[in-house]
Protein backbone atom coordinates (compact mmCIF):
# COMPACT_ATOMS: atom_id res chain seq x y z
CA UNK A 1 0.00 0.00 0.00
CA UNK A 2 1.58 2.84 -0.95
CA UNK A 3 1.27 6.14 1.51
CA UNK A 4 -0.83 8.78 0.01
CA UNK A 5 -0.30 13.35 0.61
CA UNK A 6 -3.33 14.92 2.83
CA UNK A 7 -3.47 18.46 3.29
CA UNK A 8 -5.88 18.98 6.37
CA UNK A 9 -6.15 22.78 7.74
CA UNK A 10 -7.82 23.54 10.62
CA UNK A 11 -7.25 26.40 13.21
CA UNK A 12 -7.63 23.88 16.15
CA UNK A 13 -4.20 22.40 17.08
CA UNK A 14 -5.85 19.75 19.26
CA UNK A 15 -8.16 18.57 16.51
CA UNK A 16 -4.51 18.39 14.58
CA UNK A 17 -3.00 16.65 16.95
CA UNK A 18 -5.92 14.16 17.47
CA UNK A 19 -6.19 13.58 13.86
CA UNK A 20 -2.09 12.76 13.59
CA UNK A 21 -2.88 10.23 16.50
CA UNK A 22 -5.87 8.46 15.11
CA UNK A 23 -3.80 8.02 11.61
CA UNK A 24 -0.72 6.59 13.98
CA UNK A 25 -2.80 4.63 16.34
CA UNK A 26 -4.59 2.81 13.13
CA UNK A 27 -0.79 2.26 11.50
CA UNK A 28 -1.48 4.49 8.68
CA UNK A 29 1.46 6.50 7.46
CA UNK A 30 0.55 8.91 4.95
CA UNK A 31 1.91 11.95 4.71
CA UNK A 32 -0.38 14.37 6.08
CA UNK A 33 0.88 18.34 5.92
CA UNK A 34 -0.96 20.55 8.55
CA UNK A 35 -2.04 24.06 7.76
CA UNK A 36 -3.79 26.92 10.41
CA UNK A 37 -5.75 28.32 7.95
CA UNK A 38 -7.03 28.44 4.80
CA UNK A 39 -4.79 30.73 3.15
CA UNK A 40 -2.10 29.00 3.72
CA UNK A 41 -3.44 26.05 2.66
CA UNK A 42 -3.94 27.99 -0.80
CA UNK A 43 -0.30 29.10 -0.63
CA UNK A 44 0.69 25.78 -0.28
CA UNK A 45 -1.63 25.16 -4.02
CA UNK A 46 0.09 27.57 -6.01
CA UNK A 47 1.18 26.56 -8.99
CA UNK A 48 4.35 28.33 -8.89
CA UNK A 49 5.27 26.77 -5.65
CA UNK A 50 5.90 23.54 -7.47
CA UNK A 51 3.94 21.38 -5.01
CA UNK A 52 2.69 18.39 -5.57
CA UNK A 53 -1.38 18.04 -6.29
CA UNK A 54 -2.76 16.13 -2.58
CA UNK A 55 -4.53 13.06 -2.77
CA UNK A 56 -7.26 14.37 -0.67
CA UNK A 57 -8.12 17.48 1.31
CA UNK A 58 -9.38 17.93 4.80
CA UNK A 59 -10.52 20.90 5.64
CA UNK A 60 -12.98 23.15 8.66
CA UNK A 61 -15.24 25.38 8.26
CA UNK A 62 -14.52 28.39 10.35
CA UNK A 63 -11.03 29.61 10.41
CA UNK A 64 -9.38 32.76 10.38
CA UNK A 65 -8.25 34.53 6.97
CA UNK A 66 -9.60 32.54 4.53
CA UNK A 67 -12.46 29.79 6.03
CA UNK A 68 -13.48 26.09 4.67
CA UNK A 69 -16.60 27.96 2.33
CA UNK A 70 -13.73 29.81 0.48
CA UNK A 71 -11.18 27.42 0.24
CA UNK A 72 -13.29 25.10 -1.11
CA UNK A 73 -15.04 27.69 -3.63
CA UNK A 74 -11.68 28.54 -5.26
CA UNK A 75 -10.59 25.24 -5.57
CA UNK A 76 -13.15 24.15 -7.43
CA UNK A 77 -12.98 27.17 -9.45
CA UNK A 78 -9.38 26.04 -10.48
CA UNK A 79 -8.87 22.98 -13.73
CA UNK A 80 -6.25 21.79 -12.54
CA UNK A 81 -7.27 21.14 -8.20
CA UNK A 82 -11.08 20.58 -9.55
CA UNK A 83 -10.62 16.47 -8.72
CA UNK A 84 -9.30 16.42 -5.26
CA UNK A 85 -11.09 14.94 -3.06
CA UNK A 86 -12.13 17.62 -0.65
CA UNK A 87 -13.82 16.15 3.09
CA UNK A 88 -15.55 18.55 5.48
CA UNK A 89 -14.08 18.31 8.78
CA UNK A 90 -16.30 20.44 10.91
CA UNK A 91 -17.79 20.76 14.58
CA UNK A 92 -20.93 21.62 12.82
CA UNK A 93 -23.91 19.33 12.24
CA UNK A 94 -26.26 22.73 11.45
CA UNK A 95 -28.24 21.62 8.32
CA UNK A 96 -27.56 24.66 6.80
CA UNK A 97 -23.96 24.51 6.51
CA UNK A 98 -23.96 20.63 5.22
CA UNK A 99 -26.01 22.03 2.50
CA UNK A 100 -23.90 24.46 1.90
CA UNK A 101 -20.60 22.50 2.15
CA UNK A 102 -22.19 20.69 -0.93
CA UNK A 103 -23.59 22.81 -2.69
CA UNK A 104 -19.77 24.02 -3.03
CA UNK A 105 -18.65 21.01 -4.46
CA UNK A 106 -17.57 19.15 -1.07
CA UNK A 107 -17.34 15.42 -1.64
CA UNK A 108 -18.07 14.27 1.84
CA UNK A 109 -19.37 15.99 5.10
CA UNK A 110 -18.11 14.34 8.59
CA UNK A 111 -18.95 16.06 11.64
CA UNK A 112 -15.93 15.56 14.25
CA UNK A 113 -16.50 13.19 16.35
CA UNK A 114 -17.10 13.45 19.91
CA UNK A 115 -14.88 10.50 20.89
CA UNK A 116 -11.36 9.29 19.88
CA UNK A 117 -12.76 5.71 19.56
CA UNK A 118 -14.98 7.42 16.94
CA UNK A 119 -12.50 9.78 15.54
CA UNK A 120 -9.92 6.55 14.94
CA UNK A 121 -13.11 4.82 13.17
CA UNK A 122 -13.61 7.86 10.67
CA UNK A 123 -9.94 7.99 10.30
CA UNK A 124 -9.95 4.35 8.92
CA UNK A 125 -12.96 4.69 6.72
CA UNK A 126 -11.75 7.91 5.12
CA UNK A 127 -7.85 6.01 4.83
CA UNK A 128 -10.16 2.89 3.10
CA UNK A 129 -12.74 4.96 0.94
CA UNK A 130 -11.08 7.89 -0.31
CA UNK A 131 -7.08 7.19 -0.27
CA UNK B 1 -59.83 68.26 42.76
CA UNK B 2 -62.61 68.20 39.71
CA UNK B 3 -59.82 67.21 37.15
CA UNK B 4 -58.47 63.95 39.21
CA UNK B 5 -62.08 63.15 40.11
CA UNK B 6 -62.89 63.19 36.60
CA UNK B 7 -59.42 61.37 36.02
CA UNK B 8 -60.22 58.88 38.73
CA UNK B 9 -63.94 57.90 37.17
CA UNK B 10 -61.86 57.99 34.04
CA UNK B 11 -59.23 55.27 34.67
CA UNK B 12 -61.76 53.05 36.57
CA UNK B 13 -64.09 52.35 33.44
CA UNK B 14 -63.66 49.42 31.84
CA UNK B 15 -63.80 48.91 28.16
CA UNK B 16 -66.93 47.70 28.08
CA UNK B 17 -68.77 50.36 30.69
CA UNK B 18 -67.08 52.82 28.41
CA UNK B 19 -68.69 51.64 25.00
CA UNK B 20 -72.16 51.57 26.72
CA UNK B 21 -71.81 55.04 28.28
CA UNK B 22 -70.74 56.47 25.00
CA UNK B 23 -73.61 54.29 22.80
CA UNK B 24 -75.52 56.23 25.74
CA UNK B 25 -74.63 59.68 24.65
CA UNK B 26 -74.72 59.54 21.60
CA UNK B 27 -78.30 57.63 21.21
CA UNK B 28 -79.80 60.17 23.46
CA UNK B 29 -78.13 62.84 21.87
CA UNK B 30 -79.58 61.45 18.77
CA UNK B 31 -83.34 61.32 20.34
CA UNK B 32 -83.06 64.85 21.54
CA UNK B 33 -81.74 66.10 18.18
CA UNK B 34 -84.83 64.98 16.30
CA UNK B 35 -87.31 65.40 19.07
CA UNK B 36 -85.78 69.07 18.85
CA UNK B 37 -86.08 69.37 14.56
CA UNK B 38 -89.90 67.61 15.40
CA UNK B 39 -90.66 70.25 17.72
CA UNK B 40 -89.30 73.25 15.42
CA UNK B 41 -91.96 72.08 12.86
CA UNK B 42 -94.03 72.04 15.03
CA UNK B 43 -93.68 75.24 16.39
CA UNK B 44 -93.91 76.22 12.74
CA UNK B 45 -97.25 75.28 11.85
CA UNK B 46 -97.97 76.90 15.44
CA UNK B 47 -96.81 80.13 14.10
CA UNK B 48 -98.41 80.05 10.90
CA UNK B 49 -101.99 79.37 12.69
CA UNK B 50 -101.60 82.02 15.08
CA UNK B 51 -100.49 84.46 12.02
CA UNK B 52 -103.85 83.36 10.12
CA UNK B 53 -105.76 84.36 13.01
CA UNK B 54 -104.30 87.57 13.53
CA UNK B 55 -104.76 88.40 9.75
CA UNK B 56 -108.57 86.87 9.81
CA UNK B 57 -108.70 89.98 12.42
CA UNK B 58 -107.26 91.96 10.69
CA UNK B 59 -109.42 91.23 7.59
CA UNK B 60 -112.47 91.72 10.16
CA UNK B 61 -111.32 94.98 10.84
CA UNK B 62 -110.87 96.36 7.50
CA UNK B 63 -114.25 94.88 5.95
CA UNK B 64 -115.94 96.56 8.84
CA UNK B 65 -113.74 99.70 7.89
CA UNK B 66 -114.84 99.34 4.10
CA UNK B 67 -118.68 99.27 5.54
CA UNK B 68 -118.08 102.09 7.39
CA UNK B 69 -116.71 104.21 4.61
CA UNK B 70 -119.22 103.20 2.38
CA UNK B 71 -121.97 104.19 5.15
CA UNK B 72 -120.60 107.46 5.33
CA UNK B 73 -120.45 108.22 1.65
CA UNK B 74 -124.39 107.19 1.08
CA UNK B 75 -125.38 109.74 4.31
CA UNK B 76 -122.92 112.31 2.77
CA UNK B 77 -124.73 112.22 -0.41
CA UNK B 78 -128.02 111.76 1.05
CA UNK B 79 -126.89 114.95 2.83
CA UNK B 80 -125.92 117.01 -0.21
CA UNK B 81 -129.06 116.21 -2.22
CA UNK B 82 -131.29 117.66 0.88
CA UNK B 83 -129.30 120.49 0.63
CA UNK B 84 -128.76 120.94 -3.38
CA UNK B 85 -131.66 119.57 -4.19
CA UNK B 86 -129.56 117.39 -6.77
CA UNK B 87 -131.00 113.82 -7.78
CA UNK B 88 -127.68 113.27 -9.20
CA UNK B 89 -126.78 112.67 -5.64
CA UNK B 90 -129.94 110.92 -4.88
CA UNK B 91 -128.27 107.80 -7.42
CA UNK B 92 -125.31 108.19 -5.80
CA UNK B 93 -126.73 107.67 -2.53
CA UNK B 94 -128.22 104.61 -3.86
CA UNK B 95 -125.18 103.31 -5.11
CA UNK B 96 -123.25 103.81 -2.36
CA UNK B 97 -125.99 101.93 -0.09
CA UNK B 98 -126.34 98.84 -2.54
CA UNK B 99 -122.29 97.60 -1.76
CA UNK B 100 -122.91 97.35 1.61
CA UNK B 101 -124.91 94.39 1.75
CA UNK B 102 -121.97 92.52 -0.21
CA UNK B 103 -119.61 94.08 2.04
CA UNK B 104 -121.42 92.12 5.17
CA UNK B 105 -121.20 89.01 3.52
CA UNK B 106 -117.72 89.03 2.86
CA UNK B 107 -117.68 89.39 6.82
CA UNK B 108 -119.60 86.07 7.18
CA UNK B 109 -117.05 83.75 6.33
CA UNK B 110 -114.42 85.44 8.63
CA UNK B 111 -116.46 85.46 12.28
CA UNK B 112 -117.28 82.05 11.95
CA UNK B 113 -116.36 80.07 15.06
CA UNK B 114 -117.03 83.40 17.40
CA UNK B 115 -120.92 83.14 18.49
CA UNK B 116 -121.02 87.39 19.60
CA UNK B 117 -119.75 88.61 16.68
CA UNK B 118 -121.73 86.37 14.71
CA UNK B 119 -124.86 87.64 16.43
CA UNK B 120 -124.00 91.30 16.14
CA UNK B 121 -123.27 90.58 12.31
CA UNK B 122 -126.69 89.19 12.01
CA UNK B 123 -127.92 92.45 13.70
CA UNK B 124 -125.65 94.07 11.26
CA UNK B 125 -127.26 92.53 8.38
CA UNK B 126 -130.87 93.45 9.71
CA UNK B 127 -129.99 97.16 10.57
CA UNK B 128 -128.19 96.88 6.67
CA UNK B 129 -131.42 96.34 4.88
CA UNK B 130 -133.40 98.43 6.87
CA UNK B 131 -130.86 101.08 5.76
CA UNK B 132 -131.34 99.89 2.14
CA UNK B 133 -135.08 100.23 2.59
CA UNK B 134 -134.85 103.14 3.70
CA UNK B 135 -132.26 104.55 1.14
CA UNK B 136 -134.59 102.77 -2.07
CA UNK B 137 -137.66 104.90 -0.56
CA UNK B 138 -136.05 107.74 -0.24
CA UNK B 139 -134.96 107.17 -3.57
CA UNK B 140 -138.31 106.83 -5.19
CA UNK B 141 -139.89 109.98 -3.02
CA UNK B 142 -137.48 112.60 -4.53
CA UNK B 143 -140.43 112.80 -6.89
CA UNK B 144 -142.49 113.50 -4.19
CA UNK B 145 -143.65 117.10 -3.10
CA UNK B 146 -144.26 117.01 0.05
CA UNK B 147 -141.18 117.45 2.17
CA UNK B 148 -142.31 116.12 5.22
CA UNK B 149 -142.67 112.18 4.02
CA UNK B 150 -138.79 112.80 2.61
CA UNK B 151 -137.62 113.85 5.93
CA UNK B 152 -139.28 111.70 7.90
CA UNK B 153 -137.73 108.70 5.55
CA UNK B 154 -134.52 110.62 6.13
CA UNK B 155 -134.50 110.48 9.76
CA UNK B 156 -135.36 106.99 10.03
CA UNK B 157 -132.51 106.14 7.81
CA UNK B 158 -130.16 107.87 9.61
CA UNK B 159 -131.27 106.19 13.00
CA UNK B 160 -130.38 102.81 11.21
CA UNK B 161 -127.13 104.40 10.43
CA UNK B 162 -126.68 105.57 13.89
CA UNK B 163 -127.07 101.62 14.74
CA UNK B 164 -124.82 100.37 11.93
CA UNK B 165 -122.00 102.70 13.20
CA UNK B 166 -122.62 102.16 16.88
CA UNK B 167 -122.52 97.87 15.83
CA UNK B 168 -119.55 98.16 13.77
CA UNK B 169 -117.43 99.92 16.43
CA UNK B 170 -118.71 97.25 18.77
CA UNK B 171 -117.22 94.58 16.49
CA UNK B 172 -114.06 96.13 15.61
CA UNK B 173 -113.83 97.03 19.32
CA UNK B 174 -113.89 93.35 19.91
CA UNK B 175 -111.84 92.39 16.89
CA UNK B 176 -109.20 94.35 18.37
CA UNK B 177 -109.24 92.85 21.70
CA UNK B 178 -109.31 89.49 20.27
CA UNK B 179 -105.84 90.59 17.52
CA UNK B 180 -104.07 91.73 20.67
CA UNK B 181 -105.16 88.82 23.08
CA UNK B 182 -103.95 86.53 20.02
CA UNK B 183 -100.57 88.09 19.14
CA UNK B 184 -100.03 87.84 22.94
CA UNK B 185 -100.51 84.66 23.23
CA UNK B 186 -98.37 84.03 19.90
CA UNK B 187 -95.61 86.02 21.49
CA UNK B 188 -95.78 83.60 24.86
CA UNK B 189 -95.89 80.43 23.24
CA UNK B 190 -92.82 81.68 21.20
CA UNK B 191 -91.14 82.12 24.24
CA UNK B 192 -92.17 79.45 26.05
CA UNK B 193 -91.25 76.92 23.50
CA UNK B 194 -87.98 78.47 22.18
CA UNK B 195 -86.85 78.38 26.03
CA UNK B 196 -87.69 74.62 26.18
CA UNK B 197 -85.92 73.86 22.76
CA UNK B 198 -82.86 75.69 24.47
CA UNK B 199 -82.68 73.46 27.25
CA UNK B 200 -83.09 70.74 24.85
CA UNK B 201 -80.15 71.54 22.88
CA UNK B 202 -77.99 72.60 25.88
CA UNK B 203 -78.49 69.06 26.99
CA UNK B 204 -77.89 67.35 23.71
CA UNK B 205 -74.38 69.58 23.29
CA UNK B 206 -73.33 68.74 26.47
CA UNK B 207 -73.89 64.89 25.63
CA UNK B 208 -72.59 65.22 22.42
CA UNK B 209 -69.49 66.98 24.02
CA UNK B 210 -69.24 64.05 26.42
CA UNK B 211 -69.02 61.42 24.02
CA UNK B 212 -66.76 63.27 21.80
CA UNK B 213 -64.37 63.21 24.49
CA UNK B 214 -65.06 60.05 25.74
CA UNK B 215 -63.97 58.88 22.09
CA UNK B 216 -61.48 61.28 21.80
CA UNK B 217 -59.66 59.78 24.87
CA UNK B 218 -60.27 56.40 23.68
CA UNK B 219 -58.85 56.86 20.23
CA UNK B 220 -55.45 58.53 22.24
CA UNK B 221 -55.04 55.49 24.61
CA UNK B 222 -55.81 53.04 21.85
CA UNK B 223 -52.76 55.16 19.94
CA UNK B 224 -50.53 54.72 23.11
CA UNK B 225 -51.50 50.81 22.91
CA UNK B 226 -50.75 50.54 19.56
CA UNK B 227 -47.59 52.23 20.05
CA UNK B 228 -46.73 50.32 22.77
CA UNK B 229 -47.39 47.04 21.14
CA UNK B 230 -45.44 47.78 18.12
CA UNK B 231 -42.38 48.69 20.67
CA UNK B 232 -43.39 45.31 22.23
CA UNK B 233 -43.52 43.11 19.17
CA UNK B 234 -39.71 44.76 17.90
CA UNK B 235 -38.15 44.24 21.42
CA UNK B 236 -39.67 40.39 21.40
CA UNK B 237 -38.65 39.55 18.13
CA UNK B 238 -35.06 41.05 18.57
CA UNK B 239 -34.77 39.01 22.18
CA UNK B 240 -36.05 35.88 20.27
CA UNK B 241 -33.69 36.32 17.23
CA UNK B 242 -30.69 36.79 19.83
CA UNK B 243 -31.91 33.99 21.89
CA UNK B 244 -31.60 31.70 19.01
CA UNK B 245 -28.03 33.28 17.90
CA UNK B 246 -27.07 32.77 21.89
CA UNK B 247 -28.69 29.11 22.06
CA UNK B 248 -26.74 28.00 18.86
CA UNK B 249 -23.79 29.52 19.22
CA UNK B 250 -23.73 28.37 22.76
CA UNK B 251 -24.53 24.76 22.11
CA UNK B 252 -21.74 24.61 19.04
CA UNK B 253 -18.91 26.83 20.84
CA UNK B 254 -19.56 24.26 24.30
CA UNK B 255 -19.45 21.37 22.25
CA UNK B 256 -15.65 21.83 21.43
CA UNK B 257 -14.23 21.91 24.98
CA UNK B 258 -16.35 18.63 25.37
CA UNK B 259 -15.75 16.80 22.70
CA UNK B 260 -11.99 17.94 23.39
CA UNK B 261 -11.98 16.20 26.71
CA UNK B 262 -13.64 13.36 26.05
CA UNK B 263 -11.25 12.49 22.66
CA UNK B 264 -8.10 13.06 25.14
CA UNK B 265 -9.45 10.77 27.87
CA UNK B 266 -10.28 8.58 25.45
CA UNK B 267 -7.01 8.31 24.02
CA UNK B 268 -5.37 8.19 27.61
CA UNK B 269 -7.76 5.09 28.05
CA UNK B 270 -6.68 3.39 24.48
CA UNK B 271 -3.21 5.08 24.44
CA UNK B 272 -2.50 3.61 27.89
CA UNK B 273 -4.25 0.73 28.68
CA UNK B 274 -1.82 -1.81 30.42
CA UNK B 275 -0.14 0.98 32.00
CA UNK B 276 -2.82 2.58 33.87
CA UNK B 277 -3.97 1.59 36.95
CA UNK B 278 -8.00 0.45 37.58
CA UNK B 279 -8.91 3.38 39.62
CA UNK B 280 -7.18 6.10 37.14
CA UNK B 281 -9.23 3.88 34.80
CA UNK B 282 -12.37 4.46 36.65
CA UNK B 283 -11.92 8.18 37.19
CA UNK B 284 -11.49 8.95 33.45
CA UNK B 285 -14.19 6.76 32.90
CA UNK B 286 -16.22 9.41 34.88
CA UNK B 287 -14.98 12.07 33.26
CA UNK B 288 -16.17 10.78 30.07
CA UNK B 289 -19.46 10.07 31.73
CA UNK B 290 -19.99 13.42 32.65
CA UNK B 291 -18.67 15.18 28.89
CA UNK B 292 -21.12 12.37 27.57
CA UNK B 293 -23.86 13.69 29.24
CA UNK B 294 -23.03 17.17 29.20
CA UNK B 295 -23.07 16.46 25.20
CA UNK B 296 -26.44 14.99 25.11
CA UNK B 297 -27.68 17.85 27.24
CA UNK B 298 -25.85 20.59 24.71
CA UNK B 299 -27.39 18.70 21.78
CA UNK B 300 -30.99 18.45 23.23
CA UNK B 301 -31.18 22.16 23.92
CA UNK B 302 -29.85 22.84 20.13
CA UNK B 303 -32.75 20.47 19.19
CA UNK B 304 -35.01 22.73 21.55
CA UNK B 305 -33.60 25.70 19.79
CA UNK B 306 -34.11 24.66 16.65
CA UNK B 307 -37.86 23.92 17.30
CA UNK B 308 -38.57 27.80 19.05
CA UNK B 309 -37.92 29.30 15.30
CA UNK B 310 -40.25 27.82 12.56
CA UNK B 311 -38.45 28.12 9.36
CA UNK B 312 -40.65 26.38 7.28
CA UNK B 313 -43.69 27.79 5.64
CA UNK B 314 -46.53 25.76 7.04
CA UNK B 315 -48.75 23.69 4.88
CA UNK B 316 -51.52 21.03 4.90
CA UNK B 317 -50.60 18.50 7.05
CA UNK B 318 -52.18 15.10 6.99
CA UNK B 319 -51.75 13.82 11.06
CA UNK B 320 -52.69 10.37 10.09
CA UNK B 321 -49.11 10.26 8.06
CA UNK B 322 -47.34 12.24 10.69
CA UNK B 323 -47.69 9.62 13.50
CA UNK B 324 -46.95 6.71 10.43
CA UNK B 325 -43.61 8.40 10.24
CA UNK B 326 -43.31 8.64 14.49
CA UNK B 327 -44.11 5.18 14.49
CA UNK B 328 -41.63 4.08 11.63
CA UNK B 329 -39.21 5.62 13.57
CA UNK B 330 -39.55 4.30 16.63
CA UNK B 331 -40.28 0.41 15.08
CA UNK B 332 -37.40 -0.68 17.13
CA UNK B 333 -38.49 0.65 20.42
CA UNK B 334 -42.16 -0.79 19.36
CA UNK B 335 -40.83 -4.00 18.63
CA UNK B 336 -38.81 -4.94 21.28
CA UNK B 337 -41.56 -3.27 24.12
CA UNK B 338 -44.26 -5.18 22.11
CA UNK B 339 -45.93 -1.72 22.07
CA UNK B 340 -49.39 -1.74 20.89
CA UNK B 341 -50.75 1.44 19.39
CA UNK B 342 -54.75 2.10 18.10
CA UNK B 343 -55.52 5.06 16.74
CA UNK B 344 -58.77 6.59 15.27
CA UNK B 345 -58.50 8.61 12.47
CA UNK B 346 -56.67 11.71 12.45
CA UNK B 347 -57.20 15.04 10.73
CA UNK B 348 -55.31 17.50 8.61
CA UNK B 349 -54.13 20.56 10.28
CA UNK B 350 -52.23 23.62 8.69
CA UNK B 351 -48.87 23.00 10.15
CA UNK B 352 -45.07 22.04 10.20
CA UNK B 353 -44.97 18.46 9.06
CA UNK B 354 -41.75 17.40 10.79
CA UNK B 355 -42.85 18.92 13.97
CA UNK B 356 -45.89 17.37 13.65
CA UNK B 357 -43.88 14.09 13.30
CA UNK B 358 -41.55 14.91 16.16
CA UNK B 359 -44.43 15.75 18.70
CA UNK B 360 -46.05 12.11 17.92
CA UNK B 361 -42.61 10.78 18.40
CA UNK B 362 -41.85 12.35 21.71
CA UNK B 363 -45.14 11.26 22.93
CA UNK B 364 -45.28 7.81 21.71
CA UNK B 365 -41.90 7.09 23.08
CA UNK B 366 -43.09 8.41 26.47
CA UNK B 367 -45.50 6.32 26.93
CA UNK B 368 -43.65 2.95 25.99
CA UNK B 369 -40.68 4.24 28.00
CA UNK B 370 -42.96 4.47 30.96
CA UNK B 371 -44.74 1.34 30.50
CA UNK B 372 -45.49 -0.91 33.20
CA UNK B 373 -42.38 -3.34 33.83
CA UNK B 374 -45.42 -6.28 34.00
CA UNK B 375 -47.69 -5.46 31.46
CA UNK B 376 -46.87 -4.73 27.78
CA UNK B 377 -47.83 -0.83 26.75
CA UNK B 378 -51.10 -0.08 24.75
CA UNK B 379 -51.46 3.22 23.65
CA UNK B 380 -55.06 4.66 22.58
CA UNK B 381 -55.49 7.57 19.88
CA UNK B 382 -58.98 9.47 19.93
CA UNK B 383 -59.96 12.85 17.94
CA UNK B 384 -62.80 14.37 18.27
CA UNK B 385 -63.51 18.28 17.52
CA UNK B 386 -64.65 20.64 20.66
CA UNK B 387 -64.85 24.40 20.97
CA UNK B 388 -62.28 26.63 22.00
CA UNK B 389 -64.18 27.85 25.49
CA UNK B 390 -63.82 23.74 27.23
CA UNK B 391 -60.18 24.25 27.16
CA UNK B 392 -58.47 25.56 30.46
CA UNK B 393 -56.19 28.87 30.21
CA UNK B 394 -57.27 29.27 26.42
CA UNK B 395 -56.73 32.73 24.85
CA UNK B 396 -59.45 34.60 24.87
CA UNK B 397 -59.02 35.24 21.33
CA UNK B 398 -59.34 30.89 20.67
CA UNK B 399 -62.85 30.99 22.77
CA UNK B 400 -65.21 30.76 19.87
CA UNK B 401 -62.66 28.73 17.42
CA UNK B 402 -62.97 25.10 16.80
CA UNK B 403 -60.20 22.97 18.08
CA UNK B 404 -58.91 19.20 16.89
CA UNK B 405 -58.61 17.33 20.76
CA UNK B 406 -56.63 14.24 20.05
CA UNK B 407 -56.14 12.26 23.01
CA UNK B 408 -52.89 10.34 23.64
CA UNK B 409 -53.13 7.49 26.54
CA UNK B 410 -51.28 4.72 28.11
CA UNK B 411 -51.17 2.35 30.91
CA UNK B 412 -47.73 3.15 31.61
CA UNK B 413 -46.81 4.08 35.70
CA UNK B 414 -48.64 7.64 35.22
CA UNK B 415 -47.11 10.67 37.67
CA UNK B 416 -48.11 11.84 40.55
CA UNK B 417 -50.86 14.94 40.08
CA UNK B 418 -48.58 17.42 40.96
CA UNK B 419 -46.21 17.22 38.18
CA UNK B 420 -48.90 17.57 35.61
CA UNK B 421 -47.28 21.13 34.77
CA UNK B 422 -43.56 20.77 35.84
CA UNK B 423 -43.20 17.64 32.99
CA UNK B 424 -43.22 20.04 30.67
CA UNK B 425 -40.13 22.30 31.67
CA UNK B 426 -37.30 21.32 29.81
CA UNK B 427 -34.66 19.63 31.61
CA UNK B 428 -37.50 18.98 34.22
CA UNK B 429 -37.28 14.65 35.14
CA UNK B 430 -39.52 13.09 37.30
CA UNK B 431 -37.27 9.93 37.64
CA UNK B 432 -33.39 9.44 38.47
CA UNK B 433 -31.16 8.89 35.80
CA UNK B 434 -30.63 4.86 36.83
CA UNK B 435 -34.25 4.26 35.91
CA UNK B 436 -34.56 5.83 32.98
CA UNK B 437 -32.53 7.34 30.40
CA UNK B 438 -32.86 10.55 28.76
CA UNK B 439 -32.15 14.06 29.56
CA UNK B 440 -35.91 15.55 29.96
CA UNK B 441 -36.42 17.37 26.65
CA UNK B 442 -38.77 15.42 25.19
CA UNK B 443 -41.93 16.95 26.37
CA UNK B 444 -40.60 20.29 26.86
CA UNK B 445 -40.36 19.96 22.76
CA UNK B 446 -44.20 18.79 22.63
CA UNK B 447 -45.41 22.09 24.10
CA UNK B 448 -43.11 24.08 22.01
CA UNK B 449 -44.34 22.05 18.90
CA UNK B 450 -48.13 22.73 19.89
CA UNK B 451 -47.27 26.52 20.70
CA UNK B 452 -45.87 27.02 17.29
CA UNK B 453 -49.08 26.16 16.28
CA UNK B 454 -51.34 27.98 18.55
CA UNK B 455 -52.37 24.83 20.11
CA UNK B 456 -52.62 23.86 23.84
CA UNK B 457 -50.78 20.61 25.59
CA UNK B 458 -51.82 18.83 28.74
CA UNK B 459 -51.06 16.30 30.92
CA UNK B 460 -53.29 14.31 33.16
CA UNK B 461 -52.64 11.24 35.40
CA UNK B 462 -53.06 9.51 38.68
CA UNK B 463 -49.64 7.23 39.80
CA UNK B 464 -49.86 3.66 38.95
CA UNK B 465 -52.98 4.30 36.65
CA UNK B 466 -51.68 5.89 32.91
CA UNK B 467 -51.20 8.75 31.47
CA UNK B 468 -53.52 10.74 29.19
CA UNK B 469 -51.92 13.68 27.16
CA UNK B 470 -54.10 16.13 25.26
CA UNK B 471 -53.10 17.82 22.27
CA UNK B 472 -55.42 20.96 21.07
CA UNK B 473 -55.00 21.96 17.44
CA UNK B 474 -56.79 24.74 16.04
CA UNK B 475 -59.26 23.38 13.41
CA UNK B 476 -58.46 27.11 11.06
CA UNK B 477 -55.43 28.21 10.04
CA UNK B 478 -54.34 30.85 12.76
CA UNK B 479 -50.65 30.67 11.14
CA UNK B 480 -49.37 33.26 9.35
Not at chain 1, 98 to 123: D, F, H, M, R
Not at chain 2, 349 to 372: C, D
Not at chain 2, 377 to 398: C, D, F, M, W
Request: with cysteine; net charge neutral; hydrophobic share 40%.
Amino acid sequence: MRDKSILMADDDADDRFLVQAALEDNNLSHAVLYFEDGEQLLNYLLPENNNEIPNLILLDLNMPKRDGREVLKIIRTYEKWHNIPVIIFSTSNAPDDIITAYQLGANCYITKPSSYEELKNVILSVHKFWL
Amino acid sequence: MKLSTFNLLNRTLSEQQLSLITRFLLGTSLILIIALSYSYNEINQELINYSEKVNQTQRVISSLNEVSSALYESTYHANTYLFLKDTAYINKTLAAAKTIPALTQKIDSLVIGNESQQKRLEALKVHVGEFSTYTEHLAKSVTLVNPAIVYALYKKKNLEVDSITKLISEMSNVEGQLMQMRMRSRDNYKLQVFRYNWIIMLVAIVFLSSAFVLLDRELKRNKFYRVDLENKIENLNRSNSELEQFAYVASHDLQEPLRKIRSFSDRLISRYQEEVSGEIFQILGKIDGSAQRMQLLINDLLSFSRIVKTGSEARLINLNASLADAKSNLSEMIIENKAVIHCESLPSVEGYGSQMVQLFQNLLSNSIKYHKKDQRPVIRITHRLVNGEIIPGVKPSHQDIQFHQIRISDNGIGFKKEFSEKIFIIFKRLHGRNEFAGTGIGLAICKRVVSNHNGYIFAESTEGEGANFYIYLPSESLLS
